[in-house]
């Protein structure tokens, strides 16, 4: 999709230089053809390509090259390297799409972040001539040619003969040069941020770490952060002469990154601004530094858990899917959550860099010994949090401490240990999300800690972190009572330890966990039992489920569903309930300092303990044969009914969520109505295939190969459009109750085209991206595995269906909401009692779900020779 990532390809070797002129000339016909629709679609704001003022053109040809190089680079190491593609990996694809979000957020107030010469071509071709496109294109390119050098350069073993290659082992200079180059582009892309006022750096700062973690984690371990290796060297990992070598080269690449980005920073909006490495104003050292301390561990620890482990029995594969995931997770939990306290920077090696940019700025304010003196100060504070991760560690996974290849002993406290760190850093992170964190991503960042967590601590505790999934657990049968009291026990703890660390660093009088104004106890009692109950649902049918998660061939994708609940829940129902989920988190932060009384976490714990007993009914629900013996398991089919049941509690969490967003006027629509749709799919595809939109269910039954038949088509359609209404009249009851909502309005005709646009428009952008959604499906969801990846799992089927209602949302939400989804635009329908424009919008979609099936014909054509050769076969 980038004829820069095709050269780079050529070059190694990868792909025929035949090929890569075929590719080239699809690549930039298609780019041309994409600026032509956009033009015309947004015909009153032409399209520009140039470097944004106050940047000039040089600065805007250093950030294309630096981040066409990462694309390029990630790339290769992710679909190329035959260490990395020797057993299939899921994460290829995550990785190059995160390229674009560090770049993006860092590079588009430069140069509007194309990255790709059919980008640059297609938005720059104006009548007969071009403009700055060419110059893109030409430092892209250079970009591409880099990557492969420094892809010889890393990776030597690509060009060895088969015996050569499996005895191959990097040097010590290879893995130097590899902790420079990722530390070098993480820390730059820290100081880009800051030099561009960047409000999503702890998310860009992150997924930079995440690409490179998943592109050098078999060279060189990928730590790229000293107190990260501290703490590998502390768990014995890698030997102390090594891990010195790699903290002075981490140091040297941090200096150098922060110089280049000096040069942004001196030359942007923030150039008279204050850079420093410094505690928030307001807060004091010790608390800035306690932070600092306290998520460093956690990163640390993390790293530890999901990328020095050895892999647990039921995963098949070599490489797990979600190592670089857990990792940049924390960095977007821990930035959001302290920003504002300390800078949320969790390393010696960005601390360093920061002060480089801030030594060197203009807008400086503090002396310069202060300055050192801070800096020194939060370097020493993050290595002590590495070294206190490779003890915990020692504590929470004595298997691996001790080289065992047993499972932990159920009579050892290691599982009670994992579950009181997990929950207490859960709950912290909560506290701190509500009290100092940055509001617009305080949902993210608390799922995201929730995500690591789960993966740092399911294979030894099963990662519940949370009593009403115990409960639920329990009550599914898959967990003995005795042990489910030892963890509420131990989960209510730290949750009180946490809240009270939470009121230690930030005293507060008034109680955390009541109903937002102007919304009762009962709508609060709503949303918890609503999204409590789809938590541990989403649990059950992920971690819990023997279809789902087997024995020997274990999905990898667990904790990604689980935590992403909370995104789902904490944009569209925080408003209301604050969105606590846990009665760990209730109970904690229920807690009313002045009188130290818990009314109203008692009462939040019992809605989400009822939330959690629906959970594990509607669980044996879609799922009988986790009741049945055996013989019966392995032959089993569900039934059209338990299909039904499976699209339906599908749908009407997607329209919930979407409708509940709308209502609360939330800016993030589309990225928690992602989150629920990617829950769900993962949880019940393996039931109905997930489809929870009849505009998908018409691309399956279109597609053929026997998916879903026509029968089922209808049901499920007929399904999801009752669920769809169902969701939108339980959230008009939201809608009465906000008295933002002028009533007047409430037959106002929906589904109408933004303003500047017509109907046209609208249905066309619908179209389109109801088509994406589709096709994606399609691709992800229903076709053969690759004959590389030895698991039948496919990790990423849900996340790719989930980014593209991302995508759509966010792209065209402005020109006709975005709803992709003949059971969306009925629910909201309803919950406006207006049909409005929903049959014309129905229509579209439905078009776009049926050019989905045909192009899927197109594209994927051995997926039919493969049928038709079933059918051959048949006997007679």
Not at 204 to 231: D, E, I, K, Q, R
Not at 785 to 801: D, G
Request: charged fraction near 10%; include cysteine; charge should be neutral.
């Amino acid at each position: 999709l980038n004829p820069a990532i095709s050269l780079a390809l050529g070059l190694i070797g990868d792909l025929p230089w035949s090929d890569v002129l075929n590719y080239w000339s699809a690549q930039l016909l298609g780019g041309l053809a994409a600026a032509g629709c956009v033009t015309a679609l947004h015909s009153q704001q032409p399209l520009e390509l140039g470097p944004v003022a106050p940047f000039a053109g040089c600065h805007a040809a250093c950030v294309e090259m630096l981040y066409t190089f990462m694309l390029c680079f990630v790339a290769l190491n992710c679909m190329s390297s035959r260490r990395i593609i020797a057993d299939g990996n899921g994460f290829y694809a995550l990785a190059i799409g995160f390229v674009m979000v560090a770049g993006g957020y860092a590079a588009s107030p430069v140069s509007l972040a194309a990255f790709n010469p059919a980008i640059a071509i297609g938005l720059d071709i104006k009548r007969f001539g071009f403009g700055w496109g060419i110059w893109y294109v030409l430092f892209e390119v250079m970009g591409a040619f880099l990557a492969v050098t420094f892809f010889g350069i890393l990776r030597p073993e690509e060009g060895l003969t088969p015996d050569d290659f499996a005895s191959y082992k990097p040097t010590t200079n290879t893995k130097c040069m590899s902790e420079f180059l990722g530390t070098f582009l993480v820390v730059f892309t820290i100081g880009l941020n800051l030099s561009v006022n960047s409000p999503a750096m702890a998310l860009s700062a992150a997924a930079a770490l995440m690409c490179m973690t998943y592109s050098l984690g078999s060279v060189s371990g990928a730590h790229f952060n000293p107190a990260v290796s501290l703490a590998v060297m502390v768990r014995g990992k890698i030997n102390p002469s090594e891990g010195r070598r790699y903290i002075v080269v981490q140091l040297v690449a941090a200096v150098a990154g922060g110089l280049l980005a000096a040069v942004f920073h001196a030359a942007g909006p923030a150039a008279d601004g204050a850079v420093a490495v410094a505690p928030g104003k307001g807060y004091s050292f010790a608390a800035a530094g306690f932070l600092e301390f306290f998520y460093t561990f956690v990163l640390a620890y993390v790293f530890l858990a999901v990328s020095t482990t050895k892999p647990p029995q039921s995963q098949v594969m070599r490489q797990n899917f979600y190592f670089a995931l857990c990792i940049g997770f924390c960095v977007i939990a821990g930035g959001f959550a302290i920003r504002s306290v300390s800078g949320g920077l969790l390393s010696p090696a960005v601390s360093t860099g920061v002060s480089m940019i801030g030594s060197l700025s203009l807008g400086a304010t503090a002396p310069p010994g202060v300055s050192i003196a801070y800096t020194f100060g939060f370097c020493l504070v993050q290595l002590a949090g590495g070294l206190c991760a490779g003890v915990a560690f020692r504590w929470t996974h004595p298997a691996e401490v001790s080289g065992s290849s047993d499972a932990v002993d159920a009579n050892n406290w290691a599982h009670l240990v994992c579950e009181f760190l997990g929950t207490y850093i859960l709950v912290f992170t909560v506290g701190c999300c509500l009290l100092v964190g940055d509001t617009a991503w305080a949902c993210t960042s608390i799922a995201c800690i929730l995500v690591a967590m789960v993966y740092a601590t399911g294979h030894v505790s099963g990662g519940h972190l949370n009593p009403a999934v115990t409960f639920a657990v329990a009550l599914a049968g898959n967990m003995r009572w005795t042990d489910a009291f030892k963890y509420w026990f131990i989960q209510f703890l730290a949750g009180l330890v946490a809240a009270g660390t939470d009121h230690v660093l930030f005293p507060y009088r008034e109680k955390l966990l009541v109903p937002v104004e102007p919304f009762s106890a009962g709508h609060a009692m709503l949303v918890e039992v609503i999204y409590t109950f789809m938590l541990c649902f989403v649990f059950l049918n992920c971690a819990v489920s023997k279809r789902n998660n087997p024995l020997h061939d274990g999905n990898q994708f667990f904790g990604l569903a689980i935590g992403f609940v909370l995104v789902a829940a904490g944009y569209a129902g925080g408003s209301i309930s604050k969105a606590a989920l846990n009665p760990a988190v209730a109970f904690g932060l229920g807690l009313n300092i002045k009188n130290f009384a818990l009314p109203q976490g008692i009462l939040w714990s019992l809605w989400e303990m009822l939330g959690a007993t629906f959970a594990a009914a509607l669980y044996f629900v879609v799922r009988p044969d986790e009741k049945a013996t055996s013989l019966s398991f392995s032959t089993y089919v569900p039934m059209l009914g338990t299909k039904i049941a499976s699209e339906f509690i599908g749908t009407f969490m997607v329209v919930f969520t979407l409708n509940l967003s709308v209502v609360l006027k939330t800016p993030a629509v589309a990225w928690s109505s992602a989150a629920a749709l990617m829950c769900m799919t993962y949880s019940l595809r393996g039931v109905s295939g997930g489809h929870f939109n009849p505009a998908v269910t018409l691309a399956v039954v279109t597609s053929g190969r026997g998916k879903c038949s026509q029968r089922d088509g209808c049901a499920y359609a007929a399904t999801q459009l009752i669920a769809g209404g169902i969701a939108g009249l339980l959230c008009a009851i939201f809608r009465a109750a906000d008295p933002s909502v002028d009533k007047t309005s409430k037959f106002v005709p929906t589904h109408s085209a933004g303003e500047g646009y017509t109907l046209l428009a609208a249905g066309c952008a619908e179209m389109t991206f109801t088509f994406v959604l589709a096709y994606t499906l399609l691709a992800v969801a229903t076709t053969a595995l690759p004959e590389t990846q030895r698991s039948k799992q496919n990790s990423h089927f849900a996340l790719s269906i989930g980014s593209c209602l991302t995508a759509g949302g966010y792209a065209i939400g402005a020109v006709s909401g975005a709803e992709l989804n003949p059971a969306v635009s009925l629910g909201l329908s309803v919950q406006a009692f207006s049909l409005g424009a929903l049959v014309p919008y129905a229509l579209w979609q439905l078009t776009g779900g049926v050019l989905a099936g045909a192009i899927f014909r197109l594209t994927h054509p051995a997926e039919f020779l493969e049928v038709a050769d079933k059918q051959e076969q048949k006997p007679s």
